[in-house]
């Protein structure tokens, strides 16, 4: 899917994760349950139902990664959650009330969106482009302040793109691209991060760099939710995985009691043996090999 650049999304103190507030400060209100839930959605595109009766709870303050084939329903159920895509049936709610009913700077300020595709301005410059994540915090007594310029500068940092800072955007590499791209949305500094295969065009290194650094989001207080395919890196750092196919949820919880051969085969068409991984202990997903790996 593709976005304009412009900010989808209380703000943590730093871009890298750091912050004055304890958990207890980003729990959800009173009142009890997660922050961010989905309530028997509908989703569709031209008249085709794409979700349907959709029922989800993320975790707060975990690393929930969502997972399944293609076309299966995985980034409009993320768009939904980013108020992208309005549901035809059901509502999805934020800290109890429905998304709808939210400002667009409120809600901007709350949580922020990483698209698949992001269209940004001719020849823009990569600090510029970041610092329009600052844009739902600005107002008309608000303008910039060293605030917004310690929240550019540390989102830079951390995504390893500082010293990119006065290229243009359209002279980078697509790995490039994508970490600047994730430094304006760490920008925004919310409590939120939603992202659409926040890897794509990377190489491993920094593939492991993106989800080490949203990792260590997750465990300074923020609730990370993000669409990935690849599903060992996604039982390496999901607290909380759910595996889609058809538009509906076949399993949601913790890799380690969720991934198994049968889920794997259900979920994917695909045989496997699923093992433990030799540095993490979370589980491994072997393919057999040649055709046999293909389920009938």
């Known amino acids: 899917m593709t976005s304009p650049v ?18 207890e400060d980003l729990a959800a209100p009173s009142g009890g349950g997660p922050r961010l839930r989905t309530d028997r959605i509908r989703l569709s595109y031209d008249g085709r139902i794409v979700v349907d009766e959709l029922d989800i709870r993320i975790p707060d303050h975990g690393f929930t990664v969502i997972v399944g084939p293609n076309a299966c329903g995985k980034s409009t159920l993320l768009r939904a ?17 429905d998304l709808s009913d939210w400002r667009g700077k409120e809600l901007a300020r709350a949580l922020a969106l990483l698209p698949q595709q992001v269209i940004a301005p001719d020849g823009i410059a990569v600090s510029d482009l970041v610092a329009r994540g600052r844009f739902p915090h600005q107002h008309l007594f608000r303008q910039w302040s060293a605030d917004d310029e310690r929240a550019v500068a540390d989102a830079l940092r951390v995504t390893g793109v500082d010293d990119l800072s006065t290229r243009r955007l359209d002279e980078l590499s697509g790995g490039q691209r994508q970490r600047v791209l994730l430094a304006m949305v760490l920008a925004q500094q919310t409590h939120l991060l939603l992202l659409d295969e926040p890897t794509t065009f990377l190489d ?11 990792n260590e989001l997750h465990l300074a207080g923020r609730t990370v939710i993000a669409v990935l395919h690849d599903i060992n890196q996604a039982c390496r750092y999901a607290t909380h995985l759910v595996a889609m196919r058809n538009g509906g949820i076949v399993a949601e919880g913790p890799p380690s009691e969720l991934v198994t051969e049968e889920l794997i085969e259900r979920v994917f068409g695909l045989r496997a043996r699923v093992t433990a991984d030799p540095v993490t202990g979370t589980p491994l997903v072997v393919p057999l090999a040649g055709r046999s790996a293909l389920a009938p």
């Open 6 to 23: 412009t900010p989808t999304t209380p703000a943590a103190d730093h871009a890298d994760g750091s912050s004055n507030a304890t958990r």
């Open 81 to 97: 959650l980013a108020r992208l895509l309005k549901p035809d049936e059901g509502r999805v709610q934020l800290d109890g009330r």
């Open 204 to 214: 491993l290194t920094h593939q492991i760099e993106v989800l080490e650094l949203m």
